[in-house]
């Protein structure tokens, strides 16, 4: 599976958007980006997926560049609640879930 | 989303017992579940590969008889950890994969805290 790379911290306002970004450059044309949180202390949660197209859901969106090579997670307002660790996955079928540092999201009232 | 929920949530153990861990799929059928270990301020590191009706698949540097895991249904799969000691004590994940979401969704439990004592 391809890695990827994101940047350790990043502060958001509450109420404002948060913006993580993740570099895949060496994504291959059947690998799926995956987006996971983890709050302290809790198993990983799924936050979306997508593979060419944008995809949006009740918890973000993900925006794909058109040569797949970067993608962008959006909280469109972010709470307190949001403060946790992100990760930026790509894989492929069955494969299992390759989790890097992640992006360390803190909500700022 | 699909639930996963593993048992118990937290354990305290004494040192040279063994301890098992359940995961469940909740509302779909999971062929493969993958057994993950974090370590406070890691990452989560893959032990384990198990895929239903077979043995499981081990990754380097872990002990498979010491990691003992058993997927015997579609819906469960148990780890049991073997004659423990307090380097065990971790964070252990699982996962499930559910094979009728667009790319293979994986969905984790809510991890269960092992203590060794």
């Known amino acids: 599976d391809a890695k990827t790379t994101q940047p350790t911290s990043m502060d958001c306002a509450e109420g404002r958007a948060a913006n993580l970004p993740c570099n895949h450059s060496t994504i291959s044309g059947n690998e799926y980006v995956y987006w996971y949180r983890q709050i302290h202390s809790q198993g990983p949660q799924y936050i979306i997926h997508g593979l060419k197209n944008n995809e949006t859901n009740e918890m973000a969106s993900l925006i794909i560049t058109e040569d797949r090579k970067s993608s962008t997670l959006i909280l469109p307002h972010a709470t307190l609640r949001d403060t946790a660790v992100y990760y930026c996955i790509v894989k492929t079928g069955a494969n299992n879930l390759f989790f890097g540092t992640g992006t360390r999201l803190t909500v700022i009232p | 989303g699909a639930v996963v929920s593993q048992h118990p949530s937290w354990v305290i153990c004494k040192s040279g017992t063994s301890v098992k861990i359940e995961c469940r799929s909740l509302?779909?059928?999971?062929?493969?579940m993958f057994w993950y270990r974090q370590f406070p301020k890691q990452s989560l590191m893959l032990m384990a590969t198990s895929n239903e009706g077979s043995k499981a698949t081990y990754e380097q540097g872990v002990e498979k008889d010491k990691f003992l895991i058993n997927h015997a249904s579609l819906t469960l799969s148990t780890l049991t950890v073997t004659s423990a000691h307090p380097e065990d004590s971790s964070f252990y994940i699982c996962s499930a994969l559910d094979r009728f979401i667009s790319g293979n969704t994986i969905y984790f439990g809510e991890g269960s805290w092992l203590t060794v004592v």
């Open positions: 509302d779909f059928q999971a062929t493969t």
